[in-house]
């Protein structure tokens, strides 16, 4: 693989106050330079990888990314453990298709309700988004068949469903519908993951 300037864009922070997501842009890639980075990578957790028709995207996450979608996450099992509702989590499982084109590497994503043998794909995808450009990630899940993708950017919290015609919001998630969306944005502003968790277990309890 041969990077050019012209096939080379960067993503860096707005300030330089405050670390944030790296993102490097190739274009022209193809799904051999894809699938030779994630053999030159291994089993490391960055660069993140995302291939969609030829654009790959390397990714960096900042300690503060990464602090979010930990967060998050615990959230999200303690809710469905305090709502008795079983969930399996995959993490950053690595979805890729070659006769689509695309490959992601979602922040988290998860299966609802108890496995039935193996799985093809998480019921939903978690993406934080601390930094603008790089990827249409809505546009490589389509066409992974993704049916649920959530994005955490502070402080929201969304969820867009897969339908005929792509993705549309949605005001509740289709696999966790009594997901108190409220209390889990309030909880992401606690002092410590901990306390995070402690206070929505608390306000379930109650």
Known sequence: MVVTAEALS?????????????????????WSDYERLQHLR??????????LDGELELMTPSVYHEGDKKRLARLIEAWAEEADIPLEGFGSWTLKAEAKRRGAEPDECY?????DGEPYLPHFAIEVVRTRGGIDKLEVYRGLGV????????????????????????DR????PTLDLELIVACMDAATQT????????????
């Open 147 to 170: 049916p649920e993708v959530w994005f955490w950017q502070r402080p929201r919290l969304t969820f867009h469903a897969l339908g005929d015609n792509g993705y549309q919001g949605i």
């Open 111 to 115: 299966v609802a309700g108890p496995l």
């Open 10 to 30: 960067i993503t860096a922070p707005a300030t330089r106050s405050e670390p944030d997501d790296q993102r490097v842009l190739l274009r022209g890639t193809t």
């Open 195 to 206: 306390e995070a968790v402690r206070r929505l277990r608390r306000a379930m309890r109650s």
């Open 42 to 51: 291994g089993e490391g957790a960055v660069p993140r990888l995302t291939y």
């Open 173 to 176: 998630s289709r696999f966790l």
